[in-house]
């Protein structure tokens, strides 16, 4: 049995599309398909040692799945495996062929376009974009001829396949990534899709599009120089759309700090909690994860951090030192 193990976010559902719609040419390949929501990354673990003859993995750390990998390669299956996360020590063996490379301006699908020598170029612009690689998705596309309204409508079905990814489980989606994958292989030039009134294109722009309203009428908490602070409902458009709410409200006001609070519906009645997301100013991107190490079930990066379980007494000192420390 064949595995195709990928990432639930555009970068690995567009990866694992080129290859499919490059192998239907050839020989249809029946495989079993393992995926999930974006941060869902431990998931070679999942393939079945016992049934796997060859797998292919696609955008998700080798790092995180060395061990079940290690596994597979002792059993003597075959291994493709195309990513651009830290992998750590790449296993030597005859069954594994791998393409990695961590360089920041590349991404999963842009390294199986270069694998297919550009076959399906403009879906892999799509994934670029939607990984967030602006400048390697743009030279690609201006390479390639394309105008600046083709690029803007790449752009979109990106961002909107990659937003599919966000939630807390796949029941928060509105498309498991397996289906969407599966709806996207009819398309082997995705302005096809685009043009086409009422497919997958448009029915993710209009969810889109009503969760980015329903965030952006979420109740403002503190706004000063230093910081502004949104309350987002724990439900599932707000788990779906905080991480590219937030991206928004930081370029929009890159001299402040950005936190999105949502409370722990959970534990209402016990002891009032709140998950806690901090970026940093974008033009100081330092802090914040020093910021909610400092507070219980707080960590992170400099430029990005949380707090799990903030107790609902501590949200005002929180605030206050975010406010003191980018003053
Ligand atoms: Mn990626």
């Given amino acids: 049995m064949h595995y195709d193990v990928f990432n639930g976010d555009a970068d690995g559902i567009i990866a694992l599309l080129q ?17 999930g929501v974006k941060r869902d990354i431990s998931l070679l673990k999942k393939v079945d040692v016992n049934l796997a003859t060859s797998v292919t993995v696609l955008d998700i750390s080798l790092e995180k799945n060395s061990e079940a990998l290690n596994c597979l ?36 699908s842009l390294l199986v376009n270069n694998h297919l020598n550009g076959e399906f170029v403009n879906w892999a612009i799509t994934a670029a974009f939607g990984d967030n690689m602006e400048a390697s998705a743009q030279a690609l596309a201006m390479q390639k001829g394309l105008s600046g309204e083709q690029q803007g409508l790449l752009r979109e079905l990106g961002i909107y396949i990659n937003y599919n990814g966000y939630g807390r489980s796949v029941d928060d989606l509105h498309f498991h990534p397996a289906q969407l994958f599966e709806k996207l292989s009819c398309y082997a030039n995705p302005f096809d899709l685009i043009n086409e009134a ?9 969810a889109y599009q009503a969760d980015m309203a329903q965030a952006k009428n979420s ?48 534990t209402l009645n016990e002891d009032t909690t709140y998950t806690i997301s901090l970026r940093a100013p974008l033009k100081n991107k330092q802090g914040a994860g020093d910021i909610c190490a400092s ?33």
Avoid at 27 to 32: A, F, G, I
Avoid at 74 to 82: A, C, H, L, P, Q
Avoid at 199 to 205: G, P, R, Y
Avoid at 295 to 320: I, Y
């Fill in 295 to 327: 507070f219980p079930t707080g960590g992170g990066r400099a430029a990005a951090a949380g707090v799990n379980a903030l107790p609902a007494e501590m949200l005002g000192d929180f605030f206050a030192r975010v406010a003191e420390y980018y003053s």
């Fill in 198 to 206: 009422g497919s997958i294109f448009h029915q993710l722009k209009t």
């Fill in 73 to 108: 390669l002792e059993k003597k299956v075959n291994v493709f495996y195309v990513d651009h996360h830290r992998a750590g020590d790449i296993p030597h063996s005859s069954c594994l062929t791998s393409l990695i490379d961590t360089d920041a301006n590349t991404c999963t």
């Fill in 219 to 266: 109740a403002v908490l503190v706004d000063n120089e230093q910081l502004s602070a949104m309350q987002l409902a724990d439900e599932p458009w707000a788990r779906r759309v905080s991480g590219v709410f937030g991206n928004e409200l930081a370029n929009a006001s890159p001299a402040k700090a950005h936190v999105v609070v949502t409370l722990n519906e959970s």
């Fill in 19 to 35: 290859l499919r719609l490059s192998q239907k040419k050839t020989y249809p390949k029946e495989s079993t398909l393992v995926t």
